[in-house]
């Protein structure tokens, strides 16, 4: 932000939505003491500002780490692939020999079904590719990703006008509730399609990112908010949106990036995309749901404090139902924040009450 002099806001934002994107489902949060209320920490963020703001350079900057991931995973899928190309040629081969096995063992009246249960065994399974970036996939697509991606992936937009547009287009009322489910990354998803067939989809969970400027924004809600199909909770899953006031002075920055800050950034990055839940103190359910991670005691009061004022406001206060809407959807950012705080910082055990007040911050 002090290089390009555009408002710290915009790199922080895009930071904690590209983070959620690469922690995704390995590991939730469960926010009170006993229930089993769980938090998958996945963000949709976007910012505003008017054009020559540096909207656009601020993501790109921060989303540089998950570039190099994504360039990485590239590699290791094309050399996947070539070892995938060698064993289809074998599995081919022995499916033919064991066809003609087959054909044998039924003249000579012979039981096959060994024979048969060897030549199904012998297809070659593609490899899928590990995808953390994507920026405009169709649903139907980005379906096919996520069925081999069930950690999650981010979506890009450098303008989310385009996005939202798409999604109001006649015909992709289905999209939308694709969009809708995907949020909060915890359900299970299945496309029929005549040309792709079944895709089944272990969880639906995609991160978004973007920015936009604020007449095209102004638009787009002056249509959601009147009540129509568009308003149906979308754009208030946009959970970190800010709307900065622009710098009111300027001063040339001609300065090299801090190497060591960046470093470190990455590593954090490189670190969590791997995550090993039982390290980092996580408790693993027997019944296959997710890793989760509980607020330690302290922690705890200072939570139920925030959500009990929370829940006052919306009951309380006079609000607009779809500013209501939005805050509403704080009861899951906070524990969010407060779990890819704890992470990015390297802390094990319980999400302590460090994370959760910057996470209220």
């Not at 999604?167 to 939308?176: A, P």
Request: proline share 7%; charged share 30%; with cysteine.
């Amino acid at each position: 932000a002090e290089r390009m002099q555009c408002p710290p806001d915009f790199p922080a934002v895009g930071i904690m939505v590209a983070l959620s994107a690469v922690v995704g489902r390995q590991i939730a949060i469960r926010p009170k003491a006993e229930d089993d209320w769980t938090v998958v920490p996945n963000l949709w963020g976007g910012i505003i500002g008017r054009p020559g703001l540096f909207k656009t350079p601020a993501l790109q900057e921060v989303l540089r780490p998950l570039d190099r991931l994504d360039a990485r995973a590239r590699k290791a899928h094309e050399e996947a692939v070539a070892g995938y190309e060698a064993d289809k040629l074998v599995a081919e081969a022995q499916t033919r020999i064991a066809k003609d096995d087959l054909r044998k063992a039924l003249k000579n009246g012979e039981d096959a079904h060994a024979i048969a249960k060897v030549a199904v065994e012998s297809t070659a399974d593609e490899p899928g590719r590990r995808r953390y970036l994507v920026h405009d996939p169709t649903v139907e697509k980005l379906g096919e990703i996520l069925r081999d991606n069930p950690r999650g992936v981010l979506i890009f937009r450098d303008e989310l006008s385009g996005f939202l547009r798409n999604l109001d287009r006649e015909g992709r009322e289905s999209d939308r509730a694709f969009y809708l489910e995907a949020w909060n990354g915890t359900g299970r998803f299945s496309y029929d399609r005549i040309s792709r067939g079944t895709i089944d989809i272990e969880a639906a969970c995609v991160s978004i990112l973007g920015g936009i400027q604020p007449g095209p924004l102004s638009a787009y809600l002056a249509r959601a908010f009147q009540g129509g199909a568009d308003d149906d909770g979308l754009v208030q899953r946009f959970q970190l949106v800010v709307w900065p006031d622009p710098p009111g002075t300027w001063k040339n920055i001609d300065q090299p990036p801090d190497a060591a800050a960046r470093n470190e950034a990455y590593g954090a990055f490189q670190r969590l995309d791997v995550i090993d839940p039982a390290s980092v103190g996580a408790q693993i359910p027997e019944d296959g749901s997710l890793p989760f991670l509980r607020f330690s005691r302290a922690a705890q009061d200072v939570f139920t404090e925030w959500r009990t004022a929370l829940e006052y406001r919306l009951r309380e206060e006079d609000l607009p139902p779809v500013i209501e809407a939005h805050i509403a959807k704080y009861r899951s950012l906070i524990p969010t924040l407060a779990l890819l705080t704890f992470l990015a910082d390297g802390k094990t055990g319980q999400v302590d009450e460090d994370s959760l007040v910057k996470a209220c911050a």
